[in-house]
């Protein structure tokens, strides 16, 4: 189904010459059906500024601009340039194309204070994508620079993302996520709706900043989380040893015999408020 008057996808990248590149974790959506529903996702877009990293030859562009957003995409790879020059032409001040990488640049002062907060939707990239939430879920001052965030990631990392304690996949990832947003996983997407197809599942994944999340410093819980599950299967008064071990943890009133994986993220503020 045509969402616009422009050429199909897969037109669009041989005309451009642009086959993915692996070592910019590159993996192309040709269903413009498809990124049409990872777009409805992040929730009404029309007028809404947005965020989109690594958005490629431009198939969530197209579906994001589809829906009436104002969309600002980040993209290194400088051979799709000329390809989002086209649907810039298509949609005429609707979409601000930065050559730049997403790891390395200063989002402060991107977007208007005065309109509302842009939300991020984006097919991320990856061998970026965990260290880019990463980023924005550590950003400072809280709330953040954003109203919310819509990702793609490989299902393995979108179960971490919203693991709870107890789960073979809860770890530093699902305790800061647990912290400062609710998430939750949208719906899956198969290897074989890419081009080229990856050798996983993806899934997109809802994130929504919590207003007033429980105060703690993200460096001390950053420390606490990775000295834990660094040695998750030791008790946490050896894991923690370094950061202060069983004197630590009887200030945070926590059983020293206890592992990491059985803690609530509530518990961990604790730990890292302790510290």
């Known amino acids: 189904m045509a969402i616009d008057n422009l050429p199909p996808l897969r037109s669009v990248i041989e005309a451009h010459g642009l086959a993915a590149k692996k070592s910019l974790g590159q993996n192309f959506l040709f269903d413009l059906n498809l990124t049409g529903k990872i777009a409805r996702q992040a929730g009404a877009l029309d ?114 993302i919203v693991a709870r304690p107890a789960s073979s996949a809860y770890g530093r990832l699902g305790v800061l996520c647990g912290w400062r947003t609710s998430a939750h996983i949208a719906f899956d997407v198969p290897p074989q709706a890419f081009t080229p197809p990856p050798k996983v599942t993806s899934s997109i994944v809802h994130l929504t900043p919590r207003a007033n999340p429980l105060p703690c410093s993200a460096d001390k819980l950053g420390k606490i989380t990775q000295a834990a599950f660094g040695q998750r299967r030791k008790m946490l008064r050896q894991s923690l040893k370094s950061l202060g071990g069983e004197a630590l943890l009887g200030k945070a009133g926590i059983d020293s015999t206890r592992r990491a994986e059985t803690l609530t993220v509530e518990e961990f503020i604790a730990l890292a408020n302790a510290l």
Not at 53 to 71: D, E, K, M
Not at 91 to 100: A, D, H, S
Not at 136 to 158: K, N
């Open 47 to 160: 007028g809404r500024q947005v965020l989109e990293i690594g958005p490629g030859p431009g198939g969530l562009t197209r579906a994001l601009l589809a829906q009436g957003a104002i969309v600002t995409a980040i993209e290194r790879d400088e051979r799709c340039l000329s390809a989002l020059a086209e649907i810039a032409v298509a949609y005429p001040g609707r979409l601000n194309v930065i050559n730049g990488d997403a790891l390395h640049f200063d989002y402060t002062g991107l977007f208007s204070p005065e309109a509302d907060k842009p939300k991020i939707v984006a097919n991320l990239p990856y061998n970026i994508g965990t260290q880019l939430l990463l980023d924005w879920l550590l950003y400072e001052p809280w709330p953040p620079f954003y109203d919310s965030m819509t990702l793609m990631f490989q299902r393995e990392v979108a179960e971490r």
